[in-house]
């Protein structure tokens, strides 16, 4: 049987208790070592057993859910108005008249846009422009590419 050194209080961090995650991993390391029988914990104090970390196999990752905030603003209309225009200068110029077009509401717009219009953008320029980008500016240039098919009767 080894003899267990003393800890060194010196060498222990001096910050208060730990974040939120590593004080729940430490009590769960903790339950998990007073599980073990002596031999298993003379064998890792040793070095000849080891602690193995891992994952559950069902790991799934958890999204946020965005629930959206009540607005004034007619988020459909907005939409149909977007799809109406015809140039990115055009979109750009609705969208800088509406003074009631918040970052969130800009966000709802573009996620009612649909596949075309990014809408993680954190300010209004950066979602204003994915919308420019993600509507009239993606007509235009799909037309150009397909030599104006879109633009014929």
Do not use: C, H
């Amino acid at each position: 049987m080894t003899a267990i050194d003393p800890i060194d209080i010196s060498s222990l961090p001096s910050s208060p208790l730990p974040a939120q995650p590593l004080a729940v991993a430490l009590q769960k390391a903790v339950a998990l070592l007073e599980s073990l029988s002596r031999e298993q914990l003379e064998d890792i104090a040793s070095g000849e057993g080891t602690l193995v970390y891992q994952p559950s196999p069902a790991r799934t990752v958890r999204r946020r859910e965005v629930a959206p905030r009540p607005s004034n603003v007619d988020i459909e209309g907005a939409v149909a108005d977007i799809n109406r225009l015809a140039t990115p200068g055009e979109v750009s110029d609705y969208l800088q008249s509406r003074s009631e077009f918040t970052v969130p509401v800009l966000k709802e717009i573009a996620r009612a846009l649909g596949p075309t219009v990014n809408s993680t953008g954190r300010t209004k320029t950066q979602l204003r422009r994915d919308i420019v980008e993600g509507t009239a500016g993606f007509r235009v240039r799909s037309a150009a590419m397909s030599g104006g098919a879109w633009a014929k009767p």
